[in-house]
């Protein structure tokens, strides 16, 4: 697996979404209009932190941004994306707010690794880049903007902990600056692999829920409505799991609940990779192990990776699909707009 995470604030922005979906969330997150499409995150004293990833020498990540005006409160540093071993940091990228412009900082905790000089407007979207290689002696880093090379060096520390490798990124945000910062379209890969190996250039992350019954729906329904209309949860809202909302479940090994998606409107190119959530909770004290499910448009099913479920407090499964696994390919828009996604007990 070579892509890691992505984030659109387009599926997750009430904060019960995000706790579902991140090991730790703290703060809220404003509703702000998309770089491209949809919502844009702005960050009021938000902390996000992903569970881990799986053990990394070079990370690359991607993102939009956007600053009205001068903050002088990003400035204090201990604020902004960073790549983390476990508990302990890393690396980070800080923005510098000055009275004209904003740069971007790469800091090893509180020692400036380097600065750009080129310096970035107010009021306008920003795609950026970052690789960082974390290792105590031959770390590297590069950063791009809108695809062109800003700043990079080679052979320096980029590993506060002491040791190599990152597994979770975190976004840390002490300041209340959702009116002001507007983030959107965040991906993660790593360097591994065949595909998604490399800096992806400026790319939009679409979120998309389910919209109808798919084709087996062997779950009950524990609400109102059909079984899709238990797991349509929007971002701005907290999930519905009781009243009209309710849930659907199982208790029965090899029963599956398959749902058709919203078709995408935005992307129509190359897709390079999925990112699908599914919120699982037992209803009673115990353990379960279900499987994510993909149903190509060919009705050919494929399996996905299997979950414990072992909590009756719902917690989001987050599962990184590279290529369609029903077709061991790259994924296309038919994919996603004539496929399904589902889940079945396992075990």
Not at 43 to 63: E, K
Not at 70 to 85: C, H, I, K, P, V
Not at 138 to 146: L, P, Q, T, V
Request: charged share 20%; with cysteine; net charge negative.
């Amino acid at each position: 697996m070579v892509g890691k995470w992505m984030e659109g604030f387009e599926t997750h922005m009430a904060e019960e979404q995000l706790a579902r979906k991140y090991a730790t969330q703290s703060g809220t997150v404003a509703q702000r209009a998309g770089r491209v499409h949809g919502n844009a995150g702005g960050p009021n004293s938000l902390v996000l932190v992903t569970p881990s990833l799986g053990l990394s020498s070079t990370v690359i990540m991607g993102f939009g941004m956007r600053l009205a005006t001068q903050q002088t409160t990003l400035n204090s540093g201990a604020q902004g994306f960073y790549f983390e071993r476990g508990a302990s940091e890393q690396c980070h990228i800080e923005i510098q707010s000055n009275a004209g412009s904003f740069e971007l900082k790469l800091m090893r905790g509180s020692t400036q690794i380097g600065i750009t000089t080129e310096t970035f407007a107010y009021g306008a979207w920003h795609h950026f880049e970052v690789s960082v290689t974390t290792d105590p002696s031959s770390g590297a880093y590069e950063i791009r903007h809108n695809e062109v090379n800003v700043l990079s060096d080679t052979g320096v520390n980029l590993a506060d902990s002491g040791s190599a490798q990152s597994d979770v990124w975190a976004m840390r945000f002490s300041s209340n600056v959702g009116a002001q910062l507007y983030l959107d379209d965040f991906y993660l890969i790593d360097t591994t692999g065949s595909t998604n190996n490399t800096f992806r250039g400026d790319t939009l992350v679409e979120g998309i829920l389910p919209n109808a019954n798919g084709a087996t729906n062997a779950w009950t329904q524990n609400g109102s409505g059909d079984n899709y209309t238990s797991v349509d949860d929007p971002a701005t809202s907290a999930p519905d799991d009781s009243g009209t909302g309710g849930t659907c479940g199982s208790d029965t090994n090899g029963q599956k609940d398959l749902y058709a998606y919203e078709d995408l409107t935005q992307i129509q190119g190359n897709i390079h990779f999925i990112q699908v959530g599914t919120q699982l909770g037992m209803a009673a004290t115990g353990s379960r192990t279900v499987k994510s499910k993909y149903r190509d448009p060919d009705t050919t099913e494929a399996d996905g990776d299997t979950h414990t479920v072992d909590s009756t407090q719902f917690d989001e499964f987050t599962e990184i699909m590279d290529e369609n696994p029903a077709a061991s390919a790259a994924w296309d828009v038919a994919d996603i707009n004539n496929g399904q996604f589902g889940v079945e007990v396992v075990s």
